[in-house]
């Protein structure tokens, strides 16, 4: 498992990705108030994204699983000053899900923000009928932190969102090491 950056070249992946998991992800898909679903290609996104992230506002990734991109994981809404917080988001193709990529992925994510960069919070918001996205946070131990009610405008309507936070205090070894254990633990391999 490899993040790495998002690159336009990555496009006619991601538009098959996002083709073949439309029903799997639309229930989760942030959209705009009175926008047209799919207004933005992927080439304009990449450069947006690519813009912010040469301003330190946002981390954009690639999730590639044996060479082959498999997902995407947006580090975005980073604040410096006395907050140093980030937020995360991510989907992953349906046919890879349920294998600990995800998860990995956020731990590698998580660390970088942490002790990489130096941040002192990341939160990922998660709507409460997302079962799937919410297992992700748990395997890894963030704590829920509250409901933030109404909180994205999610498939068409205003969606409220559990939050889920970890801070450095929380991870000193690192969420990765807390992750490899915990696999280790199960008998999974790390």
């Given at each position: 498992?490899?993040?790495?950056?998002?690159?336009?070249?990555?496009?006619?992946?991601?538009?098959?990705?996002?083709?073949?998991?439309?029903?799997?992800?639309?229930?989760?898909?942030?959209?705009?108030?009175g926008?047209?679903?799919?207004?933005?290609?992927?080439?304009?996104?990449?450069?947006?994204?690519?813009?912010?992230?040469?301003?330190?506002?946002?981390?954009?990734?690639?999730?590639?699983?044996?060479?082959?991109?498999?997902?995407?994981?947006?580090?975005?809404?980073?604040?410096?000053?006395?907050?140093?917080?980030?937020?995360?988001?991510?989907?992953?193709d349906?046919?890879?899900?349920?294998?600990?990529?995800?998860?990995?992925?956020?731990?590698?994510a998580?660390?970088h923000?942490?002790?990489?960069?130096?941040?002192?919070?990341?939160?990922?918001?998660?709507?409460p009928?997302?079962?799937?996205?919410?297992?992700?946070?748990?395997?890894?131990?963030?704590?829920?932190?509250?409901?933030?009610?109404?909180?994205?405008?999610?498939?068409?309507?205003?969606?409220?969102?559990?939050?889920?936070?970890?801070?450095?205090?929380?991870?000193?070894?690192?969420?990765?090491?807390?992750?490899?254990?915990l696999?280790?633990?199960?008998?999974?391999?790390?």
């Amino acid at each position: 498992m490899l993040l790495r950056p998002l690159r336009v070249r990555d496009g006619e992946m991601w538009r098959a990705l996002r083709r073949s998991n439309a029903a799997w992800l639309s229930p989760w898909e942030a959209t705009r108030p009175g926008a047209e679903a799919g207004e933005m290609g992927f080439a304009p996104m990449v450069r947006r994204l690519r813009a912010e992230a040469r301003t330190g506002r946002t981390l954009p990734f690639a999730l590639d699983y044996h060479g082959r991109f498999v997902g995407q994981l947006t580090v975005a809404g980073i604040t410096w000053g006395s907050l140093c917080a980030a937020n995360v988001g991510y989907w992953i193709d349906q046919s890879h899900a349920g294998r600990g990529i995800m998860p990995t992925a956020v731990a590698l994510a998580t660390d970088h923000c942490l002790i990489g960069m130096g941040l002192h919070r990341v939160e990922i918001c998660i709507r409460p009928e997302n079962h799937n996205s919410r297992r992700v946070v748990e395997k890894l131990g963030f704590r829920e932190e509250g409901l933030r009610p109404r909180y994205l405008h999610i498939d068409g309507a205003w969606r409220d969102h559990l939050v889920y936070v970890l801070t450095a205090e929380d991870v000193p070894a690192g969420l990765m090491h807390r992750w490899r254990n915990l696999r280790g633990q199960a008998g999974l391999s790390p």
